[in-house]
């Protein structure tokens, strides 16, 4: 009995060995490349948004349980159950190194948490920075992923291809005290966000784009959790490949939410929040990263 108890001792360690994908090495000198990987999106009742965004809007889900799309360059948007208010609660940024990024914070004191992402089979296939803790960061988070790991992705009926743009509340646009800007990320100058004609500000991406807008010049469906909250994502631009075929088809089946509209030879889908669980959504037909930010004056 003794013998038996040494060896199942022995043996423990080597259960809880943690595996890893490939992490590739960087180049510190090239710099980091980032791009829009996860918008998540808390939602009262998942089965109603689920219905919405499936039957309603053209989106598939992953995720038999609960509402995941997966797009063809890895990005995804998710809901998640809440007994707050609905909208968006977090934005995921793919990073090619996070490096520079947890220097910076540590250098600047901005509080973050950072842990692993795993697989069913408990292989680490990603490293998270989360800055959750830090009020005006609580927004975002940023993934670097291994090497080998494909995300999954999925077909839509509305032919979604990526998350292009979050659309992000913001104070003012003449601060310059942007809180991303502490960790490195440079602002364009004033544009204008189409198709919503207002003022906007941009951190552009490798394949996408942050959007700030100032506070009240966007309509949103719960307005009293943002009296004096900060920084807050209000909306959500996705890449289509082809978009009147899909607005045909909801007209048909009488599923109508939305308009279509047209600006800069571009064609949209627009759907306001109070059919979306709280958030701005725009389908819009076009591959480039500034698509919406135009220095068009009005």
Request: with cysteine; charged share 25%; aromatic share 10%.
């Amino acid at each position: 009995m003794k013998k038996l108890f040494l060896i199942l001792i022995l043996l423990l360690p080597a259960c809880s060995t943690t595996t890893y994908y490939k992490f590739p090495t960087v180049n510190r000198e090239e710099g980091a490349k980032y791009s829009l990987d996860r918008v998540i999106v808390d939602v009262k009742d998942p089965k109603s948004a689920s219905r919405r965004f499936q039957k309603d809007l053209g989106f598939s889900s992953i995720d038999s349980k609960a509402m995941l799309a997966a797009f063809q360059n890895g990005s995804t948007l998710e809901f998640k159950e809440t007994m707050g208010h609905e909208g968006i609660s977090g934005i995921r940024i793919r990073a090619t190194t996070l490096e520079s990024l947890r220097a910076t914070a540590e250098e600047k004191q901005i509080p973050f948490d950072e842990y692993d992402l795993k697989d069913s089979i408990g292989r680490v296939y990603g490293r998270v920075l989360d800055f959750k803790r830090h009020e005006p960061l609580r927004l975002f988070s940023f993934v670097r992923y291994a090497a080998d790991y494909t995300p999954p992705t999925s077909f839509h009926r509305n032919n979604s291809v990526n998350l292009q743009e979050a659309w992000i509340v913001v104070d003012s646009l003449s601060s310059a005290e942007f809180e991303l800007s502490r960790l490195g990320f440079e602002y364009s100058s004033s544009r204008i966000l189409q198709p919503l004609r207002v003022n906007a500000k941009a951190i552009m991406m490798d394949d996408s784009a942050l959007v700030f807008v100032e506070r009240g010049h966007l309509e949103v469906q719960d307005k009293a959790h943002l009296a004096g909250a900060g920084m807050e994502a209000v909306g959500v631009s996705i890449t289509v490949r082809e978009i009147e075929g899909f607005a045909k088809s909801m007209e048909r089946e009488k599923r109508v939410l939305f308009a279509t509209t047209r600006y800069s030879n571009k064609s949209c889908i627009l759907v306001p929040p109070k059919y979306t669980h709280g958030l701005w959504l725009e389908l819009a037909k076009s591959a480039a990263s500034t698509r919406n930010i135009t220095s068009d004056s009005w």
